[in-house]
């Protein structure tokens, strides 16, 4: 498979098989991914792993606190917030994604940048291997609440988590808007 066909055909899973994510997999794609990032040594990330059954719930429930809490949250009956929560646990496998934060607004962005350039490289790694994930940035996970039970320290920025997992199914590819209808010509002055 080219990498245009790659790149082309990787799709966003939403539904995942039980089949475990062996954390050695993860860690080999996280490796192979940053070696593709031209200055992978400088940029400055970490990432939390939940792939046991009670990583992945107490993640869940850490989301879960946040929802619970807000106003939508309030009036959602507990049903629902569980069910919520199995959804999550039930997942194989979460990766946590920290980026550190530089000493100005540039550094930072820039180390973002960097730090989302290698998960798009993890997410096209893993597809090959049949590994499908779901990066996921959610108001109910933006909350100091929610950063304070994972750790996340005054010079680090949550990046996002990527759900992930073996699937039996991709998902069928929607129409894309062509790159022209999303750029503009600048012709000067």
Same mark, same amino acid.
């Given at each position: 498979?080219?990498?245009?066909?790659?790149?082309? +055909?990787?799709?966003?899973?939403?539904?995942?098989?039980?089949?475990?994510?062996?954390?050695? %997999?993860?860690?080999?794609?996280?490796?192979?991914?940053a070696? %593709?990032?031209?200055?992978?040594?400088?940029a400055?990330?970490?990432?939390?792993?939940?792939?046991?059954?009670?990583?992945? +719930?107490?993640?869940?429930?850490?989301?879960?606190?946040?929802?619970?809490g807000?106003?939508?949250?309030?009036?959602?009956?507990?049903k629902?917030?569980?069910?919520?929560?199995?959804?999550?646990?039930?997942?194989?496998?979460?990766?946590?994604?920290?980026?550190?934060?530089?000493?100005?607004?540039?550094?930072?962005?820039?180390?973002?940048?960097?730090?989302?350039?290698?998960?798009?490289?993890?997410?096209l790694?893993?597809?090959?291997?049949?590994?499908?994930?779901?990066?996921?940035?959610?108001?109910?996970?933006?909350?100091e609440?929610?950063?304070?039970?994972? +750790?996340?320290?005054?010079?680090?920025?949550?990046?996002?988590?990527?759900?992930?997992?073996?699937?039996?199914?991709?998902?069928? +590819?929607?129409?894309r808007?062509?790159?022209?209808?999303?750029?503009?010509?600048?012709?000067?002055?």
């Amino acid at each position: 498979m080219s990498l245009a066909e790659l790149i082309r +055909g990787r799709r966003t899973i939403r539904s995942f098989n039980q089949t475990p994510v062996a954390r050695e %997999l993860v860690a080999e794609l996280l490796q192979q991914a940053a070696g %593709l990032y031209p200055n992978a040594e400088d940029a400055v990330w970490r990432c939390i792993y939940a792939g046991t059954p009670e990583s992945r +719930g107490r993640l869940a429930d850490y989301m879960m606190e946040h929802m619970a809490g807000s106003r939508l949250g309030k009036w959602m009956p507990g049903k629902m917030i569980e069910l919520f929560k199995k959804r999550f646990a039930d997942i194989p496998g979460h990766v946590v994604v920290i980026a550190g934060t530089g000493p100005d607004r540039q550094a930072s962005d820039r180390n973002y940048a960097a730090v989302c350039s290698i998960l798009q490289n993890f997410q096209l790694l893993g597809w090959e291997r049949q590994v499908g994930m779901l990066w996921d940035t959610e108001p109910m996970m933006q909350s100091e609440g929610f950063y304070e039970r994972l +750790g996340i320290r005054e010079n680090e920025r949550f990046v996002g988590i990527l759900h992930l997992g073996y699937y039996n199914k991709a998902p069928r +590819g929607r129409s894309r808007t062509p790159a022209e209808k999303k750029w503009t010509v600048y012709a000067g002055s």
